[in-house]
């Protein structure tokens, strides 16, 4: 019986096993099933070879099978990386509500994305969306930024000219915001937050504690429980020291004109700039705050939580979540904005129809 180590047909056979053995250990997923393929016939040429005689006419089959299966496993596999990075470039962000109602953003692929219905056609702005149909959800509203801070209680009718007038140069996107359209979807009624003294919130105590800090140091005294009381009332309500806030749950659409934008540094950085600058207006503390970028558009969740308001005569604390989706082309951001609350009357009924709004929102020009 001769050594094995000199018998070429065991050492072609074990060579090639090593073959499947690297390739099996050099990809995954999708690589592997074909991978797996690739075996199962080295596995069956293999026994062929063993089986069968050297002196058959067809023995020469085995061999060139195996030469040949690996050129086509190499171009499957290459395939399946091209179409793994085509479909890498079109991941979503979704977002989803946890069992502790709580937001939180999870990549979606868009092989796996949920068919939805898009019924609401915007022809002027070129988007469209899934739009509720079911009972509580109100007609669309049309507004301008003025009508919108009125609306929600960020302006009054008698100072919104003032404001206008105040922040509409103020930055390289003031004027396309203040000239931008609202398009509104809500369900049920508003609801209204009614600050007293003792409202707050975590990113007003922060801030607070700071104050108190700062104020020993440079007077060499605490603030007095007034002091403290005024700084806390000015932090939570801004100057123009509201009493109220309205918060509507439903989603709201916000179509920009690219073309108001007073100055462009970078086109590039566009889209994240602007989100910073919706960020640096927003009418309340944001005590959380996560984002996913995708291409040309962004998901970001932000949350805020009111200590110690005024809901229908009751104090409790109140949180605010907004998800938000930002889209950008050639000539428009769009800003996709859902807002809900699990202290709401509506919280579990009507989650899932502003998840698939904002899942359904795609742009029909582009």
């Known amino acids: 019986m001769g050594n094995e180590k000199d018998d070429p047909k065991l050492n072609f056979i074990l060579r090639a096993l090593r073959s499947v053995k690297n390739i099996i250990d050099s990809i995954s997923n999708m690589q592997k099933l074909i991978a797996l393929g690739v075996l199962v016939f080295f596995l069956l040429f293999c026994v062929g070879m063993i089986i069968t005689p050297t002196d058959k006419s067809y023995y020469c089959v085995y061999p060139i099978g195996m030469v040949v299966i690996i050129p086509i496993s190499i171009i499957g596999i290459l395939i399946d990386r091209a179409g793994e990075r085509k479909l890498k470039a079109k991941e979503l962000g979704s977002v989803r ?71 509409k140069s103020q930055h390289q996107y003031s004027r396309m915001y203040w000239e931008s359209q609202f398009i509104i979807f809500q369900f049920g009624d508003d609801v209204v937050l009614e600050f007293t003294d003792e409202s707050t919130m975590k990113e007003v105590e922060y801030l607070l504690d700071k104050e108190k800090k700062n104020y020993l140091k440079e007077e060499k005294r605490e603030m007095t429980p007034d002091e403290i009381r005024q700084a806390r009332v000015l932090l939570v309500r801004g100057e123009s020291l509201e009493l109220k806030l309205s918060f509507t749950i439903g989603a709201i659409v916000a179509v920009f004109d690219k073309k108001l934008i007073e100055y462009v540094n970078d086109e590039s950085k566009i889209l994240p700039n602007f989100m910073k600058f919706v960020m640096s207006i927003t009418i309340e503390p944001i005590d959380e705050l996560r ?61 899932e129809e502003l998840r698939k709004v904002l899942d359904s929102f795609e742009i029909i020009d582009h």
């Open 97 to 167: 509500l946890t069992e502790d109602n709580r937001l939180t953003i999870a990549k979606m692929d868009i092989s796996k994305k949920e068919r939805l219905v898009q019924n609401f056609k915007e022809e002027r702005n070129s988007f469209i969306l899934y739009r509720p149909a079911e009972r509580g959800w109100k007609k669309q509203q049309y507004m301008s930024y003025a009508e919108y801070m009125i609306k929600f209680g960020m302006a009054t009718k008698e100072n919104i000219a003032q404001l206008e007038s105040q922040n």
């Open 291 to 351: 984002s996913f970028h995708n291409e040309n558009s962004i998901i970001m969740i932000t949350r805020a939580t009111f200590i110690k308001v005024n809901v229908n005569g009751l104090l409790q604390d109140f949180n605010i979540y907004r998800a938000y989706k930002f889209i950008e082309t050639d000539e428009r951001i769009y800003m996709l904005q859902i807002q809900w609350s699990p202290e709401s009357h509506y919280a579990i009924e009507v989650w």
